[in-house]
């Protein structure tokens, strides 16, 4: 019987929102080192790879045979089960552990064509030798396995080698059926239990094998471990005991041993119906556990947005700070101070002028051209002292913020690790900001000469713009720039620095007038703000390089959410209990 329409449709909505899961699941990054991290990473991979080499390929194939995998802890007695089951060798157990072979899938001659081609696990090359490759899926092809059942010899889930561990949990998720083989010796381990409590969360069909039991202790073993599985959510899996026999030279146990697991098995592969049963409850249970474990992963991915955020901010905030901090001293009359005014001072000769302000403020717009004279040599000085004072205090700005900003993500373990792994000194301003610096004051001055010959165009030929000329004059800009935001003293109360940057204030009037003086000193205290900000950025770039070379982004989230909620509406809506299997003629 095929597939109703209405049944195909569902199926074909539902591969589509798989897909979409997977792909969005593929999409999210979990690089920061948060809480749980490394846990959230392996389950997103595991959410992945179950896409791809089970969930997506079942239902695209739901026609193909019962896939059996056999898993089990170290020394357990899985190959020389598989070898029984099948009557003949087909698997090798290994003498030394861990021993790194290719998993080994034996199927019937007439089921070749799933197995061959990439439709089951898809990840695994083909191969039909034993090799120690992991990453191949050895075929082998016998009619002691009755059509319609493959069963999949896998490593031991609790290796010493880690690949051989992810390997066996791979396997494992890909499985319709799991036969887990245990042992008297060691059926209370946790690990094995670890991977029964998952398979339990999921409905994963489960047949559980107690291998190697003496026989006097069958009864109160099989006992204690019913009791176990009742305990853990596994009350309707198979339980089967095989007794500790001899094995034959071909690595055989003898057929009364494995009996009972071959005529259950054997019952499945012959029934249509009872096949279809262990299928759709393990891939129900999958779909179902997605919605589950997804919530986690859009749980981790909002914490890695959420610190990327931080680290960010605190990036952000600390050459903000810096650029204030410039922009604060470079206009409130710290910068005139030291050397820029003492030579501002030897420019303009303000020694008695000074002392002539203290009494005789009112009489300044009258006479202070007489005291500017034509210096060039010092007023290079004057260019060469606001020069090195901005660099300065540009450069112990950027140093602190670099400082802020590492001591900031040195505070939580995902920003160390990324300072560890830039491979760059982020606490230190970069090698060449100083010249940057430096390159970027000089653009000022010259921004500043500019904008003052511009404003005198139609003044050059007067006399007070010849007194002063436009290097003197663009001085005095910056000198006003410098105290724009502190309080410019008047009458008895002039000191130094304040009288300095009245001065300038008067010389810039005495040409252009007193609201030009404030548009110019506007003008340039932005452009100077702009600079500073531009060189700030790009220290700042270097943290924010590593945060985006992470590519986490809050989207991928969302998208993450959205896909998981459409797989869970189209699976409440339909369920995968209700996609048909198609009868097939049992041989």
Excluded: C
């Amino acid at each position: 019987m095929s597939e109703t329409p209405a049944v195909a449709d569902r199926t074909t909505e539902l591969v589509t929102a798989l897909t979409g899961l997977r792909q969005a699941l593929a999409a999210v990054q979990l690089p920061l080192d948060v809480p749980d991290a490394e846990t959230h990473r392996g389950t997103r991979s595991e959410l992945v790879n179950q896409l791809e080499d089970y969930i997506l390929p079942r239902l695209l194939q739901i026609e193909a045979p019962l896939l059996t995998v056999v898993g089990g802890s170290t020394g357990a007695g899985k190959s020389t089960l598989v070898n029984s089951l099948v009557g003949r060798r087909v698997t090798e157990h290994g003498v030394l552990r861990p021993t790194t072979r290719s998993p080994v899938l034996v199927h019937n001659p007439a089921d070749a064509d799933w197995f061959e081609k990439d439709r089951i696990l898809p990840g695994l090359a083909r191969t039909k030798t034993a090799t120690g490759d992991p990453e191949a899926l050895q075929l082998v092809s016998d009619t002691g396995v009755p059509e319609g059942l493959a069963i999949l010899d896998a490593p031991d889930i609790d290796s010493v080698e880690r690949r051989n561990r992810t390997l066996a949990a791979g396997l494992l998720a890909a499985a319709d059926l799991w036969l887990f083989v245990t042992s008297a010796a060691r059926y209370a381990d946790q690990v094995p239990w670890d991977f029964l409590r998952a398979a339990a969360e999921r409905s994963t069909a489960v047949a559980i094998v107690l291998d190697r039991t003496p026989p006097e202790a069958v009864q109160e073993v099989s006992s204690h471990l019913a009791r176990m599985l009742v305990d853990r959510g596994l009350s309707e899996s198979p339980l089967f005991a095989v007794t500790e026999g001899p094995v034959s030279d071909d690595g055989l146990l003898g057929p009364e041993h494995v009996d009972e697991i071959r005529l259950w098995l054997d019952s499945l592969a012959a029934d249509a119906n009872k096949r279809a049963a262990v299928v759709r409850q393990t891939l129900d249970g999958a779909i179902r556990s997605l919605g589950r474990r997804t919530h986690d992963i859009t749980g981790a991915a909002d914490a890695q947005v959420a610190m990327a955020a931080r680290l960010r901010t605190d990036v952000d905030r600390a050459y903000a700070e810096a650029v204030r901090a410039v922009d604060d001293a470079s206009a409130d009359g710290t910068l005139l101070r030291g050397e820029v005014l003492a030579r501002w001072q030897e420019f303009v000769g303000t020694g008695e002028l000074l002392r002539s302000l203290e009494t005789r403020v009112g009489w300044l717009r009258d006479r202070v051209f007489n005291w500017a004279r034509g210096k060039p040599q010092q007023a290079e000085r004057v260019t060469a002292a606001v020069e090195s004072g901005l660099e300065t205090l540009i450069l112990e700005h950027a140093e602190s913020a670099a400082e802020r900003a590492e001591a900031s993500w040195r505070s939580v373990t995902a920003g160390q690790h990324l300072l560890e792994d830039s491979g760059r000194d982020l606490g230190r301003a970069s090698r060449d900001f100083r010249g940057r610096a430096e390159r970027a004051v000089r653009d000022w001055q010259h921004a500043v000469l500019d904008l003052v010959r511009e404003e005198g165009a139609d003044k050059r030929t007067t006399a007070r713009f010849l007194a002063f000329g436009v290097n003197g004059l663009s001085l005095a800009l910056m000198v006003v720039v410098f105290a724009s935001t502190a309080a410019i003293p008047t009458g008895a109360e002039v000191g130094v620095a304040g009288g300095g940057a009245l001065i300038g204030q008067k010389l810039l009037e005495a040409v252009f007038g007193d609201q030009a003086v404030r548009r110019l000193s506007a003008i340039a205290r932005d452009d100077l703000r702009d600079r500073v900000t531009e060189l700030m950025d790009s220290e700042r770039a270097r943290y924010v390089d590593v945060l985006d070379r992470l590519t986490i982004d809050a989207a991928d989230v969302e998208r993450l959410r959205e896909a998981s909620r459409r797989v869970d509406d189209l699976r409440a809506l339909s369920g995968v209990d209700k996609v048909q299997r198609p009868a097939r003629k049992d041989r």
